[in-house]
């Protein structure tokens, strides 16, 4: 019998090619659509925007993001 089961690399799997909110260590806040990650959750964004207090601070294009910069990811409903 096969069990299914929700890894975190999948959760991340089923948000790509979606917007994404990635709160950092240092308080700042980047939104853009998730392009690619990999197993240290390095990520790619594109047409993202640095964000502050919920304001657009700057509009930063294709970024990327270290994994080990990251709190959290979440899936935005916009």
Known sequence: MEQQQSRPLD?????RHKR???DLKNGKQFIGELK???????????DAEQRHDGQTEKKMGK??????TII???VSEQ
Do not use: K, M
Not at 11 to 15: D, K, Q, T, V
Not at 63 to 68: A, E, N, S, T
């Open 36 to 46: 690619a990650f990999d197993i240290h959750i390095n990520l790619v964004l594109e």
């Open 72 to 74: 959290a990811i979440n």
């Open 63 to 68: 970024v990327f993001l270290r994994g080990d």
């Open 20 to 22: 994404v909110i990635v």
């Open 11 to 15: 959760a991340l799997n089923a948000a």
